[in-house]
């Protein structure tokens, strides 16, 4: 399967509309291809890693912890947003041991996710970690994470009854899922 090229739009005008600690919000302007000026408006985030951490025995860790913008408790896999400077590896194994009270031998990228294309640019670097080891955890002073061990058939059964609904979750537990069961990049990951 092939992607055709449709045209670019072109940049016209860029308005920061407002710049916070984690993101920032434009208004541009741009002409569209077939000459015409609309408006697109769009967040820029610095991205993310999120983890699937595997205990071994069909098992993985997960957090729950309350989420300001919907006001619900989710569980969701361990992620955390990339500092300056920092590598998205570097930032998971920091995220890992502070959320879950792990640290991880074997790490393997297994791919990447826009999360919303039509209005960010926040990537997310989704790692395999295995051979898990206990770590004294000590999260961030904003954060209150509970780690929670689930079976992948577990955590499948909660997606089909619509508690699990965050989206980097899903993902990652789809592949879980994969991975767990089918075997499924079985030659490149360590089980």
Known sequence: MTIEKVGAEIQYK????????LLQVYRDQVRLTNGKLTVREYIKH????????YLGNRQIVMVKQFRYPIHQVMLELPAGKIDPGEKPL????????EETGYRAENWHLIGQIHTCVGYS???????????L????????????????????????QLIFQGKITDAKTLIGLFFADKIINFGFMNAQINL
């Open 14 to 21: 860029s308005e920061l509309v407002f710049s916070g600690r």
């Open 46 to 53: 610095p991205g993310a890693a999120v983890v699937v951490p």
């Open 133 to 156: 080891q206990p770590y004294a955890a000590t999260q961030d002073e904003d954060e209150n994470l509970q780690p929670v061990i689930l079976t992948i058939d577990e955590a499948m």
């Open 90 to 97: 570097d930032t998971i194994q920091r995220e890992i041991s």
């Open 121 to 131: 640019d926040e990537l997310l670097h989704l790692y395999w970690a295995s051979q």
